[in-house]
């Protein structure tokens, strides 16, 4: 199957950078102390954004998807990212406008 | 001298810079949308406050990928002054016109108040016919205005003059209290290293003529048209 295009799904996970201060994170922290937790030493705040996307392999996918996070889904003065990149699914003509 | 505010979706505050540019100050000002490819013959591009895309993603994230700043970069390159009020600041931090970034507030509230800063440098087009020392009282509105910048960009603020106003009391005093979201160094507002791209998170506008309660916002104003004037 190969240079078929593939449905390719990620997972970008953005942290704040370690020593970013986090007033959400310790905001939430509190908020779990207050409801009886012990044992809180930290809780930090972050965020996942799925992108589902058509590329030719998983080397572009990753290639378009680091471009994607160094210019608009991280801020990199504040957030570091993960890419998580899922096994792809065939494209099926189904899944075209065409 | 024509001044441009731009407008994107979720700017609230582009009105009330266009009232205080064209019929406080008497300064021909347009509404420019963010889809603008060009702002030739502006001698002042203005970012006004709001909530641009509704913070989505990061605040001024989604504005700094607009049409429009490829235009607004072009005019600073020129030499244009331009001003970025409140998210207008996040913005051009956003979009790299300014170093460093925002956090929330330290104190997680939205803080919307009269506070006072202090004219760190006149070097900026909107400081220019002021002094340093000098404190103006502005309002503020907003829940992210935690300014951090690694160290090595806070050393150049400080080297290169970078540094416009900082959070103080009504004498001119930084205190712990004066400043009210947490940035480093109390800095309330900046410019890149030519001068002429400059952020602040108090709203000038909102206090440029007494019937606001104040009209310190004013000195920035005539600051810049004297200078665009000269």
Redesign the interface.
Known sequence: MSGLPQIYTAHVFVRLKPG?????G??VADGLRDLGFDGIRDVRVGKIVDVELVAPDAATARDRLQSMCEQ??T?P??EEYELELIEPQPLKLSDTAW | MRAAVIVFPGSNCDTDTHHALSHVMGVPTDLVWHATPSLDGYDLVVLPGGFSYGDYLRTGAMAAQARVMRAVREAADRGVPVLGICNGFQILLEAGLLPGAMLPNACVEFRCEWVHVRVETRRTPFTEATDVGRVLRMPIAHGEGNYVADHETLDALHDNDQVVWRYSDAAGRRTAGANPNGSVGDIAGICNARGNVVGLMPHPERCSETALGGTDGRLLWESVLARVAA
């Open positions: 970013v201060n986090d007033p959400q310790a905001t608009l889904l801020n003065v504040i």
